[in-house]
T-cell receptor, first 113, second 119 residues
């Protein structure tokens, strides 16, 4: 079974600064998808960014970017110019096409003024 | 993006009663929906995969007779917690895959969740 590991239960960043959230995963598959989801206090899951394993180029969505290292099975999320609204739980997730998401334990991000 | 709704958003029930939670895809037809359970400050754990017109596939450790899943149409899946007990209190989230994006964007769309409290 695939496992997703987030080793940082909590992280803190100052407003306007940059923070990186770590994620590693274990799989024997070559084709899969990786995601970062944000869960604010409302608990609605919000897709932040996705990466297809066969694409070498790191995905970017505005202030959010990933560092995808396929050989190392690492998928970190970088948040630039952090904003107060970025405070939330962040979940890294793995998916093989057509199957359910396998989530990490999450990282709680605190943004300080 | 596509929209998935859940009803009710929160429910409080007495121990021993059954509770039904609905998950609807509002602007697309979902052949597959997923049910997750989330305890406070914990991650989402997959309970079952719901396939339209067939029996749900349950994850190991999830009681099929306790958590009944019915996917009767392409836009509706229901989760019924039977004979609920306080330990069933949790946050239940459904998601649906939009087949129009499958293989291209491959995104799952999440409902807003249902908070179940069993007294």
């Amino acid at each position: 079974a695939q496992t997703v590991t987030q080793s940082q239960p909590e992280m803190s960043v100052q407003e306007a600064e940059t923070v990186t959230l770590s994620c590693t995963y274990d799989t024997s598959e070559s084709d899969y998808y990786l995601f970062w989801y944000k869960q604010p206090p409302s608990r609605q899951m919000i897709l932040v960014i996705r990466q297809e394993a066969y694409k070498q180029q790191n995905a970017t969505e505005n202030r959010f970017s990933v560092n995808f290292q396929k050989a190392a099975k690492s998928f970190s999320l970088k948040i630039s110019d952090s904003q107060l609204g970025d405070a939330a739980m962040y979940f890294c997730a793995y998916e093989e096409s057509g199957y359910a998401l396998n989530f990490g334990k999450g990282t709680s991000l605190l943004v300080t003024p | 993006g596509a929209v998935v709704s859940q009803h009710p958003s929160r429910v409080i029930c007495k121990s021993g009663t059954s509770v039904k939670i609905e998950c609807r895809s509002l602007d697309f037809q979902a052949t597959t929906m997923f049910w997750y359970r989330q305890f406070p400050k914990k991650s989402l754990m997959l309970m079952a995969t719901s396939n339209e017109g067939s029996k749900a596939t349950y994850e190991q450790g999830v009681e099929k007779d306790k958590f009944l899943i019915n996917h009767a149409s392409l836009t509706l899946s229901t989760l019924t917690v039977t004979s609920a007990h306080p330990e069933d209190s949790s946050f239940y989230i459904c998601s649906a895959r939009d087949p129009r994006t499958s293989g291209r964007d491959n995104e799952q769309f999440f409902g807003p969740g249902t908070r179940l409290t069993v007294l």
